[in-house]
Nanobody
Framework: QVQLVESGGGLAQPGGSLSLSCAAP????????MGWYRQAPGKQRELVAS???????YYADSVKGRFTISRDNAKHTVYLEMSGLKPEDTAVYLC?????????WGRGTQVTVSS
């Protein structure tokens, strides 16, 4: 059963912006660190950003200063605001919930950055 659902992907111009969201069941969300991963063709899946239950964030060096991760506990949703997009940001972006004991993944949403 797919319990996490990503949305907001699409086509953006270089330098443009997109906002992704990932809705999770409350029971999973409240107990989990949330992360955004991405996987481009021919590349390994990589962690883009994560946010702990208490709010501590992590960003990959490649997106620091451009992407912002946040979580809304009331809506049990995690967001990834992306700006200054580059062609190398093109990938399927996947949402992950990590409780420390269990991992749950969304199906992914395609982000394409191209002129």
């Amino acid at each position: 059963q797919v319990q996490l659902v990503e949305s907001g992907g699409g086509l953006a111009q270089p330098g443009g912006s997109l906002s992704l969201s990932c809705a999770a069941p409350e029971s999973i969300f409240v107990a989990s660190a949330m992360g955004w991963y991405r996987q481009a063709p021919g590349k390994q899946r990589e962690l883009v950003a994560s946010i702990a239950v208490a709010g501590k964030t992590y960003y990959a060096d490649s997106v620091k200063g451009r992407f912002t991760i946040s979580r809304d506990n009331a809506k049990h949703t995690v967001y990834l605001e992306m700006s200054g997009l580059k062609p190398e940001d093109t990938a399927v972006y996947l949402c992950k919930a990590d409780s420390g004991m269990n991992w749950n993944w969304g199906r992914g949403t395609q982000v394409t950055v191209s002129s």
